[in-house]
């Protein structure tokens, strides 16, 4: 199987930008997670999608936005890019089959952006 | 206000070894934590879940322990060997329909040969 896939996997932006960054789950899996994860605050949630709903929300303003398709593939958006967004950007799969649902999740590579 | 600390920024073990690295937590009640290895450029790869019902997990030379009167965990890798140089994450998960995971800031872990 496939793992988890994220594009692209660099980008470099001005502030003021706008970015989307793509996210496709391991084959079979529902939920999608994203992450941040910069030196100084270490990895912090974002958001997760499960079925196309944002099911679980992060501490970050609203310039950060997502959404999950059908085929449970997810975008993430940042609007209005700052310095202080340079990041490595992560996302998780899990298969969120049945009840308990603390199945492992599945990172991916991430894709790393750096604002100028 | 809610913490998660990993005992120490950098560890350097000798080969052979024990490595046993800490994730202390304040003001959670986590259902669960698991821990992570990560290396550089990629993302965490899933090591072990452990339950607030359990104790200790094993799987070949890695164990945790979970102790949630002390709020406490303890990841053990026994018999360290360089390739288990990475940095190590500990995460917290709330339960079942909250599966928003928050992680500590990580221990860099050196095997020295």
């Known amino acids: 199987k496939a793992g988890v896939t994220q594009t692209p996997r660099y980008l470099i932006k001005t502030r003021g930008q706008q970015v989307t960054l793509s996210c496709s789950p391991i084959?079979?899996?529902?939920?999608v997670s994203w992450y941040q994860q910069t030196p100084g605050q270490g990895l912090q949630f974002l958001f997760e999608y499960f079925s196309e709903t944002q099911r679980n929300k992060g501490n970050f303003p609203g310039r950060f936005s997502g959404r999950q398709f059908s085929n449970s593939r997810s975008e993430m958006n940042v609007s209005t890019l700052e310095l202080g967004d340079s990041a490595l950007y992560l996302c998780a799969s899990r298969a969120a089959a049945g009840a308990g649902g603390q199945e492992t999740q599945y990172f991916g590579p991430g894709t790393r952006l750096l604002v100028l | 206000s809610q913490k998660i600390e990993q005992n120490s920024e950098a560890l350097n073990i000798q080969e052979g070894k024990t490595a046993t690295l800490t994730c202390n937590y304040t003001n959670y009640s986590p259902a669960y934590l698991q821990w992570y290895r990560q290396d550089p450029g990629r993302g965490p790869v899933f090591l072990l879940l452990?339950?607030?019902?359990?104790k200790e997990k094993r799987k070949e030379r890695l164990k945790v322990t979970f102790d949630t009167t002390l709020k406490q965990s303890l990841f053990h890798i026994t018999a360290s060997q360089p390739a288990d140089s990475a940095t190590y994450l500990c995460a917290l998960g709330l339960g079942f329909g909250n599966e928003k995971l928050t992680f500590g800031t990580g221990t860099r872990l050196t095997i020295i040969p």
């Open positions: 084959s079979g899996h529902r939920s």
């Open positions: 452990i339950r607030e019902n359990e």
